[in-house]
């Protein structure tokens, strides 16, 4: 069964960074695309940064270049999120996904969802 399992949330100052991590488990065919999204209270689900795992090519949302950068370990199954200079806007639960979409770009199907870590950014 596959799983993915986040860590790494917590609550930080305003400039401050976080690196949050997620280990993949259980499959025998490795996700083509993964994917940090992350939800905020009465807002919905934003795909914040993504990586094509062939290739390690990357997408951000605008709100996070700069700041966020998406990487993968292949040899620990472990795709990680480095965030500095954080917001009290990404004050959010982040949640780990992976796709085995052909591509990784617009919009493609989530296989398989993480059950999230929180992060909160205080001014």
């Known amino acids: 069964q596959v799983q993915l399992v986040e860590s790494g949330g917590g609550a930080v100052q305003t400039g401050g960074s976080l690196r949050l991590s997620c280990e993949a488990s259980g499959y025998t065919s490795r996700f083509v695309c993964m994917d940090w999204f992350r939800q905020a209270p009465g807002k919905e689900r934003e795909r914040v940064a993504a990586?094509?795992?062939?290739?390690?090519?990357?997408y951000y949302a605008d709100s996070v270049k700069g700041r966020f950068t998406i990487s993968q370990d292949n040899a620990k199954n472990t795709l990680y999120l480095q965030m500095n200079n954080l917001k009290p806007e990404d004050t959010a639960m982040y949640y780990c996904a992976g796709s085995w979409s052909r591509y990784c770009s617009g919009r493609y199907e989530i296989n398989k969802w993480g059950q999230g870590t929180q992060v909160t950014v205080s001014s």
């Open positions: 990586i094509d795992t062939r290739d390690g090519s990357a």
